[in-house]
């Protein structure tokens, strides 16, 4: 972990680049990479709000799973969450 906040403090992009293809297998520069990426953000973002819903209003269902086994690097959210990933 140390090596990675190096890596990042250094050159954030690297960083992102190095922690998805050896994470998760995502080579992030390729158009096929991104889409993985950005369904990765999606899938993360729909876990946030189950587990909004089930601590304000209760489980709605237990169907719903992370496919991913880390996730995605904060950052990547970017500046309209809504825009970005939620509207499609």
Known sequence: MKDFATTYSQDANAAKRLYYKTKVNFDIDTP????EKKAMLRKYLEGTQWVLYYYY????HWRWYYPYHYAPIISDLGKNIVQDFLRG
Do not use: L, P, S, Y
């Open 32 to 35: 096929e990479g991104d889409k």
């Open 57 to 60: 209003k209760g489980a709605q």
